[in-house]
């Protein structure tokens, strides 16, 4: 048994993020679990819906950045603040869906891989625009070309993984779209789960395609020049 820490970012999502949590609420997990909210100085009514959910939900974390910090930093918030031993993140838009947890925590506490350190989702069948998928489709071919990470969907929130791999990792924007490449390059394994997807039921994504493009190849580079210049030590140890 493992506590679960279901981490999720958040920015202006105020008419998703409360039916997302009542789903979440709804799962019947095995392990103990709590939920952590970390709005990103959104301008709508986000922080004030997740508030007036926690005494309907005791298991409910609310976390508010004071400016807006991006997705990566909102994460990073959320594990550090999270007691589970096992980190969930999934987005706050409704598109993952909670669903697909019990299968991710089945995957990474049942693998005989002692290694495993993360299990992410691999949203094989995408419920979003012709653009938006022929767009993610070739981020994630160059990416997978430079960084050989042999991930199919880094772009998708839900993932899970171990805490402690997380916070030896080192913090940078956007690093959330890297966290399979980042963990393989301290040693750790990685394996992808096929998990579902969902239409955004309101309000309109907080991406776009021209505004990661840039971003995307320098983060690549800078991955790319971690990856060529980390160490896996290995110890061994006397008790």
């Known amino acids: 048994m493992a ?3 279901i981490v999720i970012p958040a920015h202006n999502e105020a008419d998703n993020i409360g039916t997302l949590i009542r789903e979440i609420k709804q799962l019947n997990l095995d392990q103990p679990y709590e939920i952590i909210i970390v709005d990103d100085a959104s301008g ?4 004030a819906n997740v508030v007036s ?12 950045h004071e400016g807006t910090y991006g997705q990566s930093a909102a994460v990073a ?7 589970g031993e096992l980190i969930v993140t999934m987005d706050g838009d409704g598109q993952n869906n909670p669903a697909d947890i019990p299968n991710l925590v089945a995957a990474i506490l049942g693998s005989e891989n002692k290694n495993l350190r993360m ?9 979003d625009s012709a653009w938006r998928i022929l767009s993610s ?16 969907d880094t772009g998708c929130g839900l993932k899970i993984f171990y805490r402690e791999a997380f916070i030896k990792l080192p913090f940078f924007d956007h690093m959330h ?3 399979p490449a980042l963990i393989q390059m301290q040693g750790g394994d990685v394996i992808s789960v096929e998990v579902s ?3 955004r039921m309101h309000g309109t994504s907080n991406y776009g395609t021209l505004n990661r493009l840039w971003v995307g190849i320098i983060d690549i580079l800078g991955v790319s020049w971690l990856r060529l210049r980390s160490k896996k030590v290995r110890i061994r140890t006397c008790d």
């Open 3 to 5: 506590n679960i820490s």
């Open 44 to 47: 709508d009514n986000t922080y």
């Open 53 to 64: 959910l926690k005494a309907e939900i005791p298991e409910l974390r609310v976390i508010q």
């Open 77 to 83: 918030t959320g594990i550090a603040h999270a007691v």
């Open 119 to 127: 299990v992410a989702g691999f949203r094989k069948k995408r419920n």
């Open 137 to 152: 489709k070739i981020a994630n071919s160059v990416r997978s070309f430079f960084l050989q990470d042999q991930t199919p």
């Open 177 to 179: 779209r890297f966290l």
């Open 197 to 199: 997807h969902r239409a």
